[in-house]
Every structure is written in structure tokens, then in C-alpha cells.
């Protein structure tokens, strides 16, 4: 139902939104010229891994073996502040570590630090494994194709 009388309320909304497309403007050419000049170089990216990334994955995993999130975020809180006092990654902690903060780690904890492993993991929609990836590249392709990009 349209307003009784003059409501300068109305107004207000507008300010905000035309100050998002004003800024839109500005970055969509700087985007586009960022994208297109992109060079992509692996072996640099990857030499900026460290095995503190996985964390997530650690709290994954405690959750797989049935330990409720808050205390696997815990935990792995704890495994983080261990690998940080003592100068090394979470890979470089022992099993004996691990089980000193929780029995519910086991062996198969290091096979989480492995970068290709924690990506392949992802496999839903707009996720990081191989083949979700390959998807999101091929829908992008048709995009271009079709003038949708």
C-alpha cells in the first residue's frame, strides 16, 4: 500500500544504493583489467602453503570420529598453540602430541596435511576438488561463450 502522505524515509534508502553502483563502476574496469593480465604461477602459490591452512581440516576430522565442533575447534585451538610454541607446522607434531590434547586423534591424522588431499575433499558445488572445479570452468566457458560474461 503506497504511503498516506509525502515520507522522506522513502528517500533514504536510495543513497546507499546509488553509492553501491557508483563504486561498482569504479571497480568493474579495474577487475577486468586485473583479470585480464593475470598471470597464474603455481609453483609461487604453492611455496606460500603452510600446513597452518589445514587447520580446518584437523576440526573436520575431529568431527568425522564424532567429537561435537566446539570441542574439536578446541582442540585443534590447542594442537595450533603447541605447533606455534614449539616453531613447527601441525604436520611436524607427533601422534603422542595429538593424543595429549585429544584420544580421539589417531594415525590417519597425517594424512591431513597433504594440500591435494584437503582440496579433493571439497567436491560440492563451487568447491576446491578436481572435479568441481573442471565443472565450475566448463559452466564459465559456456558463459563466455554465450556473451553471459
Known amino acids: 500500500m503506497p504511503s498516506s502522505g509525502y515520507d522522506k524515509d522513502l528517500q533514504e534508502d536510495k543513497e546507499p544504493?546509488?553509492?553501491?553502483?557508483?563504486n561498482l563502476m569504479l571497480v568493474v574496469p579495474v577487475m577486468t583489467g586485473?583479470?585480464?593480465?593475470?598471470?597464474?604461477?603455481?609453483?609461487?602459490?604453492?611455496?606460500?602453503?603452510?600446513?597452518?591452512?589445514?587447520?580446518?581440516?584437523?576440526?573436520?576430522?575431529l568431527v568425522r570420529r564424532g567429537m561435537p565442533f566446539r570441542q574439536a575447534h578446541h582442540a585443534v585451538g590447542q594442537a595450533v598453540?603447541?605447533?606455534?610454541?614449539?616453531?613447527?607446522g601441525l604436520g611436524e607434531l607427533t601422534l603422542a602430541d595429538y593424543q595429549?590434547?585429544?584420544?580421539?586423534?589417531?594415525?590417519?591424522?597425517?594424512?591431513?596435511f597433504q594440500f591435494e588431499h584437503s582440496l579433493s575433499t571439497r567436491a560440492q558445488i563451487g568447491g576446491t576438488a578436481p572435479a568441481a572445479l573442471q565443472a565450475q570452468l566448463e559452466k564459465a566457458q559456456v558463459a563466455m561463450s554465450n556473451g553471459e560474461l
Open 34 to 61: 586485473a583479470i585480464r593480465t593475470l598471470q597464474i604461477r603455481p609453483q609461487a602459490m604453492a611455496a606460500q602453503l603452510e600446513p597452518g591452512l589445514l587447520a580446518t581440516d584437523l576440526a573436520d576430522y
Open 100 to 112: 595429549a590434547i585429544s584420544p580421539v586423534f589417531a594415525e590417519d591424522v597425517f594424512a591431513l
Open 17 to 22: 544504493l546509488l553509492d553501491s553502483f557508483d
Open 81 to 88: 598453540r603447541l605447533s606455534e610454541e614449539r616453531g613447527c
